[in-house]
């Protein structure tokens, strides 16, 4: 069975601090990697897509992939409270555009003021 | 950029009956939409894969005759929870991909339903 696993936190950490949200998943054949975010009791907004091993920089925003790891982590810098909310780390198991997602069960950040 | 629209994003109804949740891509066409479900603290389980002018595809352990899923035209799939219990009580969330644009999904706001 495919799996996504990450770490369900708290993951607690000061305003103006690096957060780092870990990933790893089970399916090494998958192709597409993405960070949701999720506020209670909203849907989930897309952060970040990474497709290829290495780094990918958006704003505040960086992914990192290692396939030979299946590993992905997410690292927001310069936190704010607002980041505050459950960081979703998604895989799609297939190339292409079928976007057929597995979700990891979610990691709670709490940025603290 | 594209938008998913999701109605109703709540709804209480009595065990027995049946609840429908529509899904709307509003300004892209989605031949394929997506159907989660969410327990509290729980991560986004996909229900099935709707497709649409076709049967939908279900996850195993998810029924088929419980969970009825149309996909009657490019914007527009609908969820009917039928002879809802308890248990069902659930976030549902539907998503799709613009197939005309990048390759993400946009989820709708989610629905809410509370069986009493």
């Known amino acids: 069975q495919k799996e996504v696993e990450q770490n369900s936190g708290p993951l607690s950490v000061p305003e103006g601090a690096i957060a780092s949200l870990n990933c790893t998943y089970s399916d090494r054949g998958s192709q597409s990697f993405f960070w949701y975010r999720q506020y209670s009791g909203k849907s989930p907004e897309l952060i970040m897509s990474?497709?290829?091993?290495g780094d990918k920089e958006d704003g505040r925003f960086t992914a990192q992939l290692n396939k030979a790891s299946q590993y992905v982590s997410l690292l927001i810098r310069d936190s704010q409270p607002s980041d505050s909310a459950t960081y979703l780390c998604?895989?799609?198991?297939?190339?292409?555009?079928?976007?057929?997602?597995?979700f990891g069960t979610g990691t709670l950040l709490a940025v603290q003021p | 950029g594209a938008v998913v629209s999701q109605h109703p994003s709540w709804v209480i109804c009595k065990s027995g009956t049946s609840v429908k949740i529509e899904c709307r891509s509003l300004?892209?066409?989605?031949?394929?939409m997506f159907w989660y479900r969410q327990f509290p603290k729980k991560s986004l389980m996909l229900m099935a894969t709707s497709n649409e002018g076709s049967k939908a595809t279900y996850e195993q352990g998810v029924e088929k005759d419980k969970f009825l899923i149309n996909h009657a035209s490019l914007t527009l799939s609908t969820l009917t929870v039928t002879s809802a219990h308890p248990e069902d009580s659930s976030f549902y969330i539907c998503?799709?991909?613009?197939?005309?644009?990048?390759?993400?999904?946009?989820f709708g706001a989610g629905s809410r339903l509370t069986v009493l």
């Open positions: 300004d892209f066409q989605a031949t394929t």
């Open positions: 998604a895989v799609s198991p297939y190339g292409g555009a079928t976007n057929k997602l597995i």
């Open positions: 998503s799709a991909r613009d197939r005309g644009g990048a390759n993400v999904l946009t």
């Open positions: 990474i497709y290829s091993n």
